[in-house]
T-cell receptor, first 114, second 111 residues
Framework: DTAVSQTPKYLVTQMGNDKSIKCEQNLGHDTMYWYKQDSKKFLKIMFSYNNKELIINETVPNRFSPKSPDKAHLNLHINSLELGDSAVYFC?????????????FGPGTRLTVL | SQQGEEDPQALSIQEGENATMNCSYKTSINNLQWYRQNSGRGLVHLIL?????REKHSGRLRVTLDTSKKSSSLLITASRAADTASYFCATDDGGGFKTIFGAGTRLFVKA
C-alpha cells in the first residue's frame, strides 16, 4: 500500500500548456505539502494545507494553484507552463502541522517543459 | 538564501567506512531533521533532534546538534553500498511551521 502517491510520475509538455498533478495520502494525516526540487536537488516548499485550509503559500507565481478537495488529496494545477517550471514536484504529508512532525514524501512527478 | 546548508556537497567512501555530513543553519530552530533521498525517489525521514538535545542515535546513525554553532552532523557508521543516496538536513524557520531543506550531501559508497 502506497502511503503518499502522485500521478503522473512523468509529465512532458509544451510551453504554454496547462497541466495538473494529483496527490493522495492514505495515512490519515491532516497536513499536506507541495515541494519543487530543481536540477541541483534543492528542495523548496511551495504550498501547505492543513485540513483543506491553505497555511503556507510561498512566493510562487500565481500560475500555480493548489486545490485540496478533502484532507487526503492535494492537487497542483499549473497554467501557462514555462521552461523554468521543469523540475521534480514532490507531494508530502504529516500527521499534524508544525515542523516537529515527520513528513512522508510521494515518489515525485518529473515535469519537463519543452 | 537557504536556512540549512550541507557540507560536503559530495562524499565518496568505501563500504565499511564511516560517513560524516554536516549541516549549518542561520536562525534559531525548534528542531532539526535528517532525510535520505535515493535516486529517483522521494525523501525518507531518518531522525529528528530537538533544540534541547545534543546527540541522538538510531541504528547506525548518530546525529549531533550544536545550537551555539548552529550546526548539526550526521554520522553513518560501517557504511554499506545501500547507503548511497543524497542526505538532507531540514530545519524550521523559527516560527515552527515551515520546513526548510538544505541542498543535500550526495554520498556514494563503493562496494
Amino acid at each position: 500500500d502506497t502511503a503518499v502517491s502522485q500521478t503522473p510520475k512523468y509529465l512532458v509538455t509544451q510551453m504554454g500548456n496547462d497541466k495538473s498533478i494529483k496527490c493522495e495520502q492514505n495515512l490519515g494525516h491532516d497536513t499536506m505539502y507541495w515541494y519543487k526540487q530543481d536540477s541541483k536537488k534543492f528542495l523548496k516548499i511551495m504550498f501547505s494545507y492543513n485540513n483543506k485550509e491553505l497555511i503556507i503559500n510561498e512566493t510562487v507565481p500565481n500560475r500555480f494553484s493548489p486545490k485540496s478537495p478533502d484532507k487526503a488529496h492535494l492537487n497542483l494545477h499549473i497554467n501557462s507552463l514555462e521552461l523554468g517550471d521543469s523540475a521534480v514536484y514532490f507531494c508530502a504529508s504529516s500527521q499534524r502541522r508544525g515542523v516537529g512532525n515527520e513528513q512522508f514524501f510521494g515518489p515525485g512527478t518529473r515535469l519537463t517543459v519543452l | 538564501s537557504q536556512q540549512g546548508e550541507e557540507d560536503p556537497q559530495a562524499l565518496s567512501i568505501q563500504e565499511g567506512e564511516n560517513a560524516t555530513m554536516n549541516c549549518s543553519y542561520k536562525t534559531s530552530i525548534n528542531n532539526l531533521q535528517w532525510y535520505r533521498q535515493n535516486s529517483g525517489r522521494g525523501l525518507v525521514h531518518l531522525i529528528l533532534i530537538r533544540s534541547n538535545e545534543r546527540e541522538k542515535h538510531s541504528g547506525r546513525l548518530r546525529v549531533t546538534l550544536d545550537t551555539s554553532k548552529k550546526s548539526s552532523s550526521l554520522l553513518i557508521t560501517a557504511s554499506r553500498a545501500a547507503d548511497t543516496a543524497s542526505y538532507f538536513c531540514a530545519t524550521d524557520d523559527g516560527g515552527g511551521f515551515k520546513t526548510i531543506f538544505g541542498a543535500g550531501t550526495r554520498l556514494f559508497v563503493k562496494a
